[in-house]
Every structure is written in structure tokens, then in C-alpha cells.
């Protein structure tokens, strides 16, 4: 439940990060906002887990 819960607010910040980039003069850290935060989702739920 907690995963769903990080996906959605990642969905949420990429959103904005891509919509930032389509208005900004260098669209640049539009994108790096919208795909570093999803490398960061995915980094945090692939790594394994220590039971």
C-alpha cells in the first residue's frame, strides 16, 4: 500500500515537472525533475530487501 501511495505522488510530481518544462525558456531541470524523481521511485522499490 505504501508503494501505490509513493507511486501516485511521483505521478503527481512528474506531472508537474513536465507540464514546468513545457513552459519554460530552457526546459531542461523541467525534465530532470520529472525523470529524476521517477529514477528515484524505481531505485527505492527494485532494490532488494534484508528480511
Given at each position: 500500500?505504501?508503494?501505490?501511495?509513493?507511486?501516485?505522488?511521483?505521478?503527481?510530481?512528474?506531472?508537474?515537472?513536465f507540464?514546468?518544462?513545457?513552459?519554460?525558456?530552457?526546459?531542461?531541470?523541467?525534465?530532470?525533475v520529472?525523470?529524476?524523481?521517477?529514477?528515484?521511485?524505481?531505485?527505492?522499490?527494485?532494490?532488494?530487501?534484508?528480511?
Amino acid at each position: 500500500m505504501k508503494t501505490v501511495f509513493w507511486f501516485f505522488i511521483t505521478c503527481i510530481i512528474a506531472t508537474i515537472g513536465f507540464f514546468a518544462a513545457l513552459s519554460m525558456k530552457t526546459p531542461w531541470i523541467g525534465f530532470v525533475v520529472a525523470f529524476g524523481v521517477w529514477l528515484i521511485f524505481l531505485w527505492n522499490t527494485t532494490k532488494p530487501r534484508k528480511h
